[in-house]
């Protein structure tokens, strides 16, 4: 009976070691692809999620936004231009719809996956993954999310009215401590401006430019919002 009550125990203690997760989810890098279709159309991007501590960023080819995470709950937004190594510091005040840290760090909002159905899990420990669902306004939402880091595996928007689907899937992921703290040092190099000293500055060629090319506004905001709109700043087609 001792025998049998010993492995009992240890199959106990086995399983929630397993299940267990040792990843450091506050510091990372995760590689993302972003396909959008439209009927026969296809086209393709690219966007890092980088987390370090109380600081978020995505990096996509041209801009990369990062928001700052303040002891008074505050965001406080950077867009960087990564070619120009320059920058455009923003106030929590100065945009719209920026206090929502979720969106921000796990590229989805709590708010929309709250809304969503869970259909299944799959995995456990560092592996798990819970699948969601939701059908809205004629869009069909499927999300596939690591429970412990709190990364989307997989997120697909899909209308069958507009004949289009947007992903955005998973590639890698590192949590390399010095590759994320380099890049955030890095961009802490850039040079930056005041978002309120533009209009003292206008003879820069570089603001110039980027306030013609609608860069500089007051949209630097998450990802995917509540409503599951995509909700990134910077992307002006």
């Not at 590759?179 to 060629?205: H, S």
């Amino acid at each position: 009976m001792k025998k049998a009550l010993l492995i009992i125990a240890t199959l106990v203690s086995t399983s929630s070691f397993a299940s267990q997760c040792d990843i450091d989810a506050k510091h990372l890098k995760a590689d993302y692809k972003i396909t959008n279709s439209h009927k026969a159309q296809q086209s393709s991007e690219s966007l890092t999620l980088w987390r370090n501590n109380q600081q978020v960023a995505h990096q996509s080819e041209v801009i990369t936004e990062l928001w700052q995470h303040l002891a008074n709950n505050q965001i406080r937004p950077i867009r960087y231009f990564n070619a120009q190594q320059r920058g455009i510091e923003y106030q929590p005040s100065e945009v719209r719809g920026v206090q929502n840290w979720s969106a921000k760090n796990q590229l989805v909002d709590n708010h929309l996956i709250e809304k969503m159905t869970l259909v299944s899990t799959q995995g456990s420990g560092c592996d798990e993954v819970k699948n969601y669902t939701l059908s809205e306004n004629g869009n069909d939402f499927n999300l596939a999310f690591f429970t412990h880091s709190k990364l989307v595996k997989t997120f697909s928007i899909s209308n069958k009215k507009s004949q289009t689907t947007t992903l955005l899937s998973l590639n890698n992921v590192s949590t390399e401590m010095p590759l994320i703290t380099a890049q955030f040092a890095q961009w802490d190099r850039f040079q930056t401006t005041d978002y309120a000293d533009i209009g003292d500055n206008e003879g820069d060629p570089f603001l110039a430019k980027m306030i013609n090319l609608g860069f500089i506004e007051h949209s630097a905001t998450g990802f995917y919002n509540q409503q599951g709109e995509a909700i990134q700043g910077g992307h002006h087609h």
